[in-house]
């Protein structure tokens, strides 16, 4: 059973920065597929950004430019920078993990607001 803890979120104001954490359990990170997914109230939830085991990146096209996933391998961890964030970033960010089935991680709360 993979296990996935995300840190990080808050509350911020508009055009400033948070880094997103998600640690994972187990030894099957280094094979997995990593993505980050937003819901905002009364919306679906929609993937921010991905990132594969061999470090290929893709983002959702409102946050392209201002985010970045990385992940490190030894430390079962992805993160999630956020920069030049605006009001409508503001939801619970959700740290999913891909490999043979799906894990998520609980969310954390990320508001932009002055």
């Known amino acids: 059973q993979v296990q996935l803890v995300e840190s990080g979120g808050g509350l911020v104001q508009p055009g400033g920065s948070l880094r997103l954490s998600c640690a994972a359990s187990?030894?099957?990170?280094?094979?997995?597929?990593m993505g980050w997914y937003r819901q905002a109230p009364g919306k679906e939830r929609e993937l921010v950004a991905a990132?594969?085991?061999?470090?290929?990146?893709n983002y959702a096209d409102s946050v392209k430019g201002r985010f970045t996933i990385s992940r490190d391998n030894a430390k079962n961890t992805v993160y999630l920078q956020m920069n030049s964030l605006k009001p409508e970033d503001t939801a619970v960010y959700y740290c999913?993990?891909?490999?043979?089935?799906?894990?998520w991680g609980q969310g954390t709360q990320v508001t932009v607001s002055s």
């Open positions: 187990g030894n099957i990170f280094r094979l997995a597929t």
């Open positions: 999913r993990l891909d490999v043979v089935r799906t894990y």
């Open positions: 990132i594969t085991s061999g470090g290929t990146t």
